[in-house]
């Protein structure tokens, strides 16, 4: 079975300064890890992903997150915040044959001017 | 770029009535997803599709929830009987054969009255 935590439901940040996005998962699987964002009344685009081959992953728009098995992470990282960046986060695992798709319960990410 | 459609954007319907969400994957891609996501919440899945059948689905996917693929480029999700609690925005997706990232559609707001 899978499962996704998402440990902050808010992340307020200002502009210009990192954001860390908290995602912890269990999976009985070597399982498939996703980034998605949704910004207000739009749909859910990929920001990255993992799927077994290298651990720290790039994704659009500056962003990339670690998988860590040993933690059973994979948090998501930006260097410098925009306010455009401001949107609901969602971590998501995906099963065995993908079938099955678990979203996080989201994290609402505020950029301050 | 190829995408997923979903129509229609927005639908108002009473309770007790039936209704055909309809969504068009990106054409070579095999497998099919209907998800929901009730206002101010998590995004839920509900099935996957694969070969003409039913590959997983959840404990929100009951009898009152069918889905097809009636001509090869469509992929409806009917609810029989729609109750207030259906009220969301339902979203669908796709994905190709040797990736298990998802494509998504815009989504269709239902809104149950």
């Known amino acids: 079975a899978q499962s996704v935590t998402q440990l902050d439901s808010h992340v307020s940040v200002s502009e210009g300064t990192p954001v860390l996005l908290r995602c912890n998962y269990s999976?009985?699987?070597?399982?498939?890890l996703f980034w998605y964002v949704q910004h207000p009344n739009k749909g859910l685009q990929l920001l990255l992903k993992?799927?077994?081959?290298?651990?720290l992953v790039k994704g659009i728009n500056g962003f990339e997150a670690e998988f860590k098995k040993s933690e059973t992470s994979f948090h998501l990282t930006k260097p410098s915040a925009h306010m455009s960046d401001a949107a609901e986060y969602f971590c998501?695992?995906?099963?065995?044959?993908?079938?099955?798709?678990?979203f996080g319960a989201g994290t609402r990410l505020f950029v301050k001017a | 770029e190829p995408e997923v459609t979903q129509t229609p954007s927005h639908q108002v319907t009473q309770m007790g009535q039936e209704v055909i969400l309809r969504c068009v994957p990106i054409?070579?891609?095999?497998?099919f997803y209907w998800y929901r996501q009730i206002l101010g919440q998590k995004v839920e899945f509900l099935v996957s599709f694969y070969n003409n059948e039913i590959s997983e689905k959840s404990e929100i996917f009951d009898d009152q929830f069918s889905v097809e693929r009636p001509d090869g480029s469509n992929f409806t999700l009917k609810i029989r009987s729609t109750k207030l609690e259906d009220s969301a925005m339902y979203f669908c997706a796709s994905r190709g054969g040797f990736s298990y990232e998802q494509y998504f559609g815009p989504g269709t707001r239902l809104t149950v009255t």
């Open positions: 054409s070579n891609h095999l497998y």
């Open positions: 998501v695992v995906s099963g065995l044959g993908g079938f099955k798709t678990i």
């Open positions: 999976s009985s699987y070597s399982p498939s």
């Open positions: 993992y799927t077994s081959a290298a651990t």
